[in-house]
């Protein structure tokens, strides 16, 4: 995930990387959970406002892009819900400290998002 500079990353890219992300935080492996939470700490502070914006987003008329845009949210949102659930799971089974610091601070940014 480090190959990509930040500002080549698109919500297109988003909504293609999240479901890989929580795949690797589901993972059993220390490295690939450190991963997932570094990549999903770079989508939520550059995407988790416009991703949780447009969600409820009502348009008024046709507009395809805007229409476009909010079908890309809904999946990233529906993908960053199941990603909440997972954290929130793995905290209770958790007994590696620096782990469970790493969840809980992506679970607390996804609630920032989330609250915004």
Not at 7 to 33: F, G, Q
Not at 34 to 58: M, P
Request: with cysteine.
């Amino acid at each position: 995930m480090k190959v990509f500079v930040l500002r080549d990353w698109t919500l297109e890219l988003c909504t293609l990387i999240l479901p890989a992300v929580r795949d690797l935080i589901k993972s059993h492996y220390y490295l690939y959970n450190l991963t997932g939470c570094q990549t999903l700490e770079r989508i939520l502070s550059h995407f988790g406002k416009l991703i949780y914006d447009n969600v409820g987003a009502k348009s008024i008329g046709v507009d395809l892009s805007q229409q476009a845009r909010r079908d890309k949210c809904q999946t990233c949102h529906h993908v960053l819900h199941e990603i909440r659930c997972l954290l929130e799971d793995r905290l209770k089974n958790i007994s590696d400290l620096s782990l469970r610091q790493l969840f809980d601070d992506n679970l607390r940014l996804l609630n920032a998002c989330e609250r915004s």
